[in-house]
């Protein structure tokens, strides 16, 4: 275990700024190291089985140069710009890679991925779309299945007693994120939303005891600014999308002269909120978080008695945190070619507005490149709902 | 105003059938409400086309209805209404057309938007959606639909089978995937049976079952006398007779007109009568949705003496005692093991050639059996269902099987504006060179 953290922003910092840092030194001193994509990591089990997780991550400032020659350009554009990143080796130090089915780009990607890289380990694993009980005991099935294969590639049995102690840890990760998020609340927030990222970003790197003191660490520290920090009045904007792990796009916002004070995106609170149920069977709790307590737009959820009863059911959660962290502005960011987020913005966008809430939708690309049109939207919004 | 193009010669007369089928497919959607009976949108491939023609469900194919506003130059006005409630282009254009429609619909209080094309597609009482490692629209359009339609229910089902790993075998995990494909068919019908007041006749089931099997079976031996040189029938028919096994399977009609088909191939087969006269190279459409707005390109390169005597696109079925099928006597788990055994029965071969994969093993497979010269695929900028991973298998294919000239072409499924003719043109006329230096190479 990493000792306790003193200084957790000017770690997170260079956590960010050297991202999978820690990851690649724990590969050199013998851990055996595994990647994911997206919220549906099954990081629990990973932690059980004694590897390091790291959620890959893509970079806004680097073009895409090596990916178009393997991965077509109608796929996501977070995936390609990840792809790309391990293709030109910023994770030559992963052992392998389990990838969950999110969407058609991570399900039609994965044979790519598993092609070009020529890891030693792959998994693809195959999460349904629904949310019914044949679905949570099929999952559960797949999540075993996960297991063995899991237990074969390392050579380490995976028990229900590891699985169950991996579940206490990242909740009590969970808790602490669900902590630091707590400190957006006031007005101003006491922690800005570009400090946000990078904390976010920086614990998806690294092993679950060592997110959980950096988190606790950074908390505390801000914690200390609560008398001494200025306010500065600002719309209070929560952000709405998926694979956003870059701070480029909130420092625009703040920029801008907003608070970024919530999010719903795919590396914050969604990795964060819904802990895993402590029980006798880990993998049933396992199920039952990743399917029915983490709203994905990629899962079906329809079983309300009526469209307003599905509406809440697959939004209602966005709604309740807008209204705890007192959000007044909400921008929701779509990557182009997402067909899961882009069938829903008509309706999440209805959604929120209906509940006073002002939404800016963008569709844009994963790139830099294209922020000084980001900006330009998003000024004329805040100034629009000043 | 539709920009109508002249409709590309169709070889086979059961081909020049098929717009009178698909015509009377979208008319039954409007004269269902007359006759009493349910109508459902439904979507291709998602194992419930039994469960619906059992009951009497009458299916509103949405992709069928988009692919033909695209055929007929006609779609820009749905997409732009589509646009205009911030769905966006790059989003599946079947669906987006659809929903365009359906809006439209909707502000009309439920009459016909002006000039629909063959008349539009009927109100739906319910929507058949489904979750699979397929396709996102299949979840994600009816949600997007019961925007609009906020009164019509909608089920999903889950539809999987084991994905491919060359470490792992198949056959330890598809027991599972059987009985969750089995349980959530069982949902369907439970749905189905609330929705329609109606109780499922299983014996009914049970041989509509029969009755598509027997189809499948017919319809691979009827498409395998493509062999033959000179091919008798090409993929530009194949786009159109692909209607009943896509949108009418597990009914007579379906079963005859396969027949018709066969009967008329075997004709043709006597007569030595091929697509194109002086047949020069056989292609393989190793996938892709084709643009329905461009179907003559299929004419150009028959112009340039090529066919395509095969295609993977609309083939989702296989002669079903191929497929090893365990026996059970419950035609719900027939259909999971139909479904779950299709998907995988490619694994064990691909897993003998190392480098391979199933998709690369099906294409070597037919590139052999049809004896072709080249491989086309076509990448739909607004679908990542099927056409994500095609730059993987040429690369495999070249890797595992030697250099063999593949086209990748562009464009949409719908979205017209994606489309150039003559860049394409020029295109194919490159290939075409290189399939003659190929051969004259081999001379």
Not at chain 1, 314 to 334: D, P, Q, S, T
Not at chain 2, 49 to 69: K, L, N, T
Request: proline share 5%; with cysteine; net charge negative.
């Amino acid at each position: 275990m990493a000792q306790a953290e003193t200084n957790g922003l000017a770690r997170a910092e260079q956590y960010y700024g050297e991202y999978g840092s820690r990851a690649r030194a724990l590969k050199a001193s013998g851990s055996k190291v595994i990647g994911y994509l997206t919220a549906l990591g099954p990081v629990e089990i990973l932690t059980a089985a004694g590897v390091v997780p790291v959620r890959l991550k893509g970079n806004v400032f680097e073009p895409i140069t090596r990916a178009d020659a393997h991965m077509e350009t109608i796929v996501c554009p977070f995936i390609r710009n990840v792809f790309d990143a391990a293709l030109k080796g910023k994770y030559d130090f992963l052992d392998g890679m389990v990838m969950p089915h999110q969407c058609d780009s991570t399900d039609k990607t994965s044979n790519v991925w598993g092609y070009n890289l020529k890891l030693p380990y792959w998994h693809f694993l195959n999460v349904p779309h629904l949310t019914d009980d044949p679905s949570l005991e099929f999952f559960r099935s797949v999540l075993a299945y996960f297991v063995t294969s899991l237990e074969r590639f390392t050579g380490t049995k995976i028990t229900d007693a590891g699985l169950a102690r991996a579940v206490q840890k990242h909740n009590e990760n969970r808790q602490a994120m669900r902590d630091l998020y707590g400190l957006r609340k006031t007005d101003p927030p006491l922690i800005s939303g570009v400090e946000m990222m990078k904390v976010l970003v920086a614990a998806m790197s690294l092993p679950v005891d060592e997110s959980i003191a950096l988190v606790k660490s950074v908390t505390e520290e801000v914690r200390k600014r609560k008398e001494a920090t200025g306010g500065r009045p600002g719309a209070r904007v929560m952000l709405v999308g998926d694979q956003i792990d870059d701070a480029a796009l909130v420092q625009v916002i703040e920029d801008a002269g907003a608070h970024l004070v919530m999010d719903y995106l795919s590396l914050g609170s969604k990795m964060y909120w819904g802990d895993v149920d402590v029980t006798p069977d880990p993998l049933g709790a396992l199920a039952e978080r990743y399917l029915r307590k983490l709203k994905l737009p990629t899962t079906y959820i329809g079983s309300g008695a009526n469209y307003e009863e599905n509406l809440d059911a697959r939004f209602g959660h966005i709604k309740r945190l807008a209204e705890e962290f007192r959000v007044n502005a909400v921008i929701l960011f779509v990557y182009k070619y997402c067909d899961p987020y882009g069938f829903e913005v008509p309706a999440l966008k209805s959604f929120i507005e209906k509940a006073g809430v002002p939404v800016l939708y963008l569709e844009d690309e994963y790139s830099a490149s294209t922020l000084p049109r980001v900006k330009t939207r998003i000024e004329a919004f805040l100034e629009m709902i000043a | 105003m539709a920009d109508e193009k002249k409709p590309r010669t169709l070889a086979t007369e059961a081909a020049a059938r098929i717009p009178k089928i698909a015509r009377a497919n979208i008319t039954a959607t409007v004269k269902a409400k007359e006759e009493g009976k349910k109508v459902a949108y439904a979507f291709i491939v998602c194992g419930v086309d039994e469960i619906m023609r059992a009951m009497d469900i009458v299916p509103a194919w949405g992709e069928s209805f988009s692919g033909i506003c695209a055929a007929k130059r006609d779609a820009e006005k749905y997409l732009q209404k589509a646009e205009a409630e911030n769905f966006s282009r790059s989003l599946c254009t079947y669906a987006t057309c659809n929903l365009g429609f359906d809006m439209w619909r909707e502000e009309l209080g439920g009459q016909m938007p002006p000039d629909a094309p063959w008349g539009g597609m009927g109100r739906p009482d319910m929507v058949l959606g489904s979750g699979q490692q397929l396709c996102d629209p299949r979840y994600k359009w009816p949600q997007a639909m019961q925007h609009y339609l906020t009164d019509v229910p909608v089920f999903v089902g889950g539809l999987y089978y084991p994905p491919w790993d060359p470490n792992m075998d198949q056959k330890e995990q598809e027991k599972f995937y059987v009985k969750y494909a089995t349980e959530e068919l069982r949902a369907c019908v439970r749905f189905c049976e609330k929705v329609t007041g109606k109780k499922m006749d299983w014996d009914r089931y049970a041989a509509v079952v029969d009755l598509s099997d027997r189809t499948w079976n017919l319809f691979i031996e009827t498409y395998e006398l493509r062999k033959a040189v000179p091919c008798p029938m090409d993929t530009g028919d194949a786009m159109n007779t692909m209607v009943p096994i896509s949108f009418m399977l597990g009914t007579q009609e379906c079963y005859d007109f396969y027949q018709a088909l066969n009967d008329e191939l075997k004709a043709k087969l006597a007569r030595k009568q091929g697509v194109v006269e002086n047949e020069k190279y056989r292609l393989l459409w190793g996938a892709g949705l084709p643009s329905w707005f461009a179907l003559a390109d299929f004419q150009y390169f028959n112009d340039k003496g090529a066919v395509f005597p095969v295609e993977t696109t609309y083939r989702c079925s296989e002669a079903v005692y191929r497929l090893d099928l365990p026996k059970t006597d419950d035609p719900v788990e027939h259909i999971a093991w139909r479904w779950v055994r299709f998907w995988n029965h490619w694994y064990d071969k691909a897993r003998m050639r190392p480098g391979s994969m199933p998709e690369v093993e099906r294409l070597i497979e037919y590139i052999e059996d049809y004896k072709c010269d080249g491989v086309v695929f076509h990448s739909a900028f607004s679908c990542r269902s099927w056409h994500a991973g095609i730059m993987l298998q040429s690369e495999v294919l070249r890797r595992v099987y030697g250099d063999i000239p593949i086209l990748i072409m562009e464009g949409d499924i719908v979205d017209i504006s994606s489309y150039n003719e003559v860049d394409t043109h020029n295109r194919i006329d490159a290939f075409v060179e290189a399939l003659e230096a190929r051969k004259s190479g081999r001379n």
